[in-house]
């Protein structure tokens, strides 16, 4: 009676409410897995315990035995296994020797993707780990790739199963969470270790950087303000500045020993959060001084320090130098100053219709006496100027050593016998010759001597002693003036260099004496000392000089007096109308027939319409220069062209370069010296031929050669 209705009802329904209710269970399991894993990463301290519960927990997911995790740190080739779940040491060894692109592990690296293996016996790409496989019992493998925020692979996680077979989309959802996770740490391992080698290095650049660098961090008083900083790092270069260890915690106060000029503005920055630049010179004499860099970092002030104490020094320096060469400037313009009054006045007098001719020749004599003096004053800045440029040569031969003795004490007998001085001599009885440049040795002894009678009181004794070795010439200059102070001494061979400059004591000068005095004796290959006992107890200067080689026969020739060559028909051209005037008469005087013209192009004009022997010309006339009338006289008439003499108040070496190279035969400095002019006329066309011989003491800045030395000495040099 009762009908079965088995058969006819339909079963599907409550099929797939059961597979839901399975899927269901597995997502609840794998969430649980996952909550799990999560849970257990919180507790773990290292990568490889990390990586190593991910890997557990992939693998139970799959319900496999073996999984493997490699990492990649490029450049290398290889890939470093970082956790493993069911390999033996054999298979972990032989797993260690992969590279990438090898196997599915390095293809997942390579091609940033999932690379999945259903059966490692089929598979040919396996082929190469086929062995491998058998030994362990697995059959099937997927490798999914770790990839980092930037994109970088770092590695793969793997999972290898028992029987082919590929992963179900599941199981690559599962494999793809546990990817990221292991990336993320890996991730976070890699910047820590990448940030802790950046700390070392830089630690490691700041302990041995010889910038003293340090950081402080504010220590707080009660009521909350900035009442000391300690220092929480310092290199040694710091601790080296300070003068004591500097340990962390160690308070700032205390390793400054309660420096204010250095702890108060770091403890501004410190408050202020605003950075600052302050120099600081540490107590003690030798701490020398520093430019000090402070700047708020998060809690606490990064501070540098900077050794600025050789930059201090060469700014002092600079600052002397500066002074005194202002207090030179003035020095020059009053020793100027000095010659030209009594030429004025003298002028006055030769030019008075009542003056007497006695009167007229003293006046003569004051004027050339002058002139000679400040000649004199500009030959010594010449000097000067060319020993630092290393371009004054010696001349050296045979000299006579009373020969330069007496020529040094003629030049400075003025001012000895003006000032009443006593002076002493004593040198070697019988004759004594060495190897030097007499002119030059003339002029260091005769510098001394001058400083020794400016710079002690009327009345005083200078010796000047003599002394001969195998190897050397000992040259001393000691009086009883008023000496030099202890702290001064170091200085006295400097440029413009005074012992006592406005002094009433003080006989004038440039203050180069002592200078030009030192480079000649180095050029000589000697060197020159200054000795004194202090202020009031007199001073000494030694000269020093190598006696040299002389060669067999050599002697010391005096200079014969210029022959006067009369008849000459001579061009001046200046256009200064008294330069002219007077040159032309002083020529004409000596007997020569004089033209002159103003100007260069009437210059030119006169010597291509007139026959003269001798022109002597100035350079820095208008219309045309003395260089381009040279240049256009050897252009049109080489052969008849007459002896060129540029006269010019331009004497460096490069202006006689100039004027050799325009076509002159002739350089004369104004103020020209007669001797010198006459010799000039004498050689004929060859005055830059070899000099004529002169007498040691006696020099003449109108020689016309390449160095000269300096003018006619008839007046005492510039003292220290």
């Known amino acids: 009676m009762f009908l079965s209705l088995r058969g006819w009802l339909p079963s599907w329904p409550f099929l797939a409410s059961r597979q839901a209710q399975a899927e269901l269970n597995r997502q609840v399991t794998d969430l649980q897995a996952l909550h799990e894993l999560s849970s257990r990463l919180l507790e773990a301290r290292t990568l490889p315990q990390q990586l190593g519960l991910i890997l557990q927990a992939l693998c139970r997911l799959h319900g496999a035995a073996r999984g493997l995790v490699v990492l990649h740190e490029p450049p290398l080739p290889t890939l470093a296994v970082a956790a493993s779940e069911g390999f033996g040491a054999p298979a972990l060894q032989a797993l260690g020797r992969l590279r990438v692109g090898e196997g599915a592990c390095g293809l997942a690296v390579r091609q940033g993707r999932r690379v999945v293996v259903r059966d490692t016996d089929t598979d040919p790409g396996f082929a190469p780990w086929r062995e491998l496989a058998r030994q362990e019992g697995f059959r099937a493998v997927h490798s999914t790739p770790l990839v980092a925020l930037d994109g970088q692979v770092m590695g793969s996680i793997s999972v290898f199963g028992a029987q082919p077979a590929e992963p179900d989309e599941r199981l690559q959802r599962l494999a793809d969470i546990c990817a990221r996770k292991a990336a993320v740490h890996a991730e976070r391992e890699r910047s820590q270790r990448r940030a802790q080698r950046a700390d070392e290095r830089l630690i490691g650049v700041l302990a041995s950087s010889p910038l003293a660098f340090g950081i402080l961090e504010p220590m707080l008083s009660p009521s909350g303000v900035v009442a000391d900083l300690r220092w929480v790092y310092a290199n040694a270069a710091t601790a080296a500045l300070v003068g004591r260890e500097l340990p962390p915690q160690l308070p700032l106060r205390e390793s400054l020993g309660d420096d204010d000029a250095a702890l108060e503005p770091l403890l501004a920055v410190a408050a202020q959060g605003r950075g600052r630049e302050f120099e600081w010179q540490p107590p003690g004499v030798a701490r020398g001084c520093f430019h000090v860099i402070a700047s708020p970092v998060p809690e606490g002030v990064a501070v540098w320090f900077t050794d600025v ?7 002092q320096l600079l600052r002397e130098s500066d002074r005194r060469k202002d207090e030179f400037l003035a020095t020059l313009a009053h020793e100027l100053r000095n010659p030209l009054a009594p030429i004025r006045q003298a002028a006055l007098v030769s030019r008075a219709p009542n003056a007497t001719e006695a009167q007229r020749r003293w006046s003569h004599e004051v004027i050339d006496r002058q002139i000679g003096h400040m000649a004199l004053l500009l030959d010594d800045l010449l000097d000067m100027s060319r020993i630092t440029r290393g371009k004054l040569a010696l001349r050296k031969c045979a000299t006579e050593l009373r020969a330069v003795l007496d020529a040094a004490i003629e030049t400075a007998r003025p001012l000895l016998d003006a000032k009443r001085h006593r002076l002493e001599l004593i040198a070697p009885a019988q004759p004594v010759r060495f190897e ?17 009678a400016k710079y002690t009181d009327p009345g005083g004794h200078i010796r000047l002693r003599a002394e001969v070795t195998d190897a050397e010439m000992v040259l001393s200059v000691a009086d009883n003036g008023i000496g030099i102070a202890p702290e001064v001494l170091p200085t006295v061979f400097g440029m413009f260099s005074q012992v006592a400059a406005h002094d009433e004591r003080s006989a004038g000068g440039l203050g180069i004496g002592l200078a030009l005095a030192r480079g000649l004796a180095e050029l000589h290959g000697g060197r020159i000392t200054a ?4 202020p009031g107890q007199g001073s000494e200067f030694t000269l020093r000089v190598p006696r040299g080689r002389l060669p067999a026969g050599e002697g010391g020739d005096t200079a014969p007096a210029p022959s006067v060559a009369a008849g000459l028909r001579v061009l001046v051209a200046d256009d200064n109308a008294d330069a002219r005037d007077s040159l032309a008469t002083l020529l004409a005087l000596h007997g020569h027939t004089v033209l002159a013209a103003a100007d260069g192009n009437e210059a030119l004009r ?18 045309r220069d003395g260089h381009e009338v040279a240049r256009a006289l050897r252009q049109h008439s080489p052969d008849q062209c007459p002896l060129l003499v540029a006269v010019t108040g331009w004497g460096q070496d490069q202006d006689r370069t100039r004027s050799r190279d325009a076509g002159f035969d002739g350089h004369l400095t104004k103020p020209v010296d007669l001797t010198a002019l006459l010799r000039v006329l004498e050689r004929g066309r060859d005055p830059y031929g070899p000099p004529t011989p002169v007498r040691p003491g006696r020099t003449g800045s109108d020689q016309p050669d390449a160095s000269p030395p300096a003018s006619e000495r008839s007046e005492p040099g510039a003292g220290a």
């Open 309 to 315: 104490t050789q930059r201090k020094r060469q700014e």
């Open 531 to 534: 000795r004194s006992d202090g």
């Open 606 to 623: 006169l010597l291509e319409r007139e026959r003269c022997d001798v022109a002597l010309l100035d350079i820095g006339m208008p219309g």
């Open 436 to 452: 030097a440049d007499p002119l030059r040795l003339a002029q260091i002894l005769s510098n001394l001597l001058t400083n020794a």
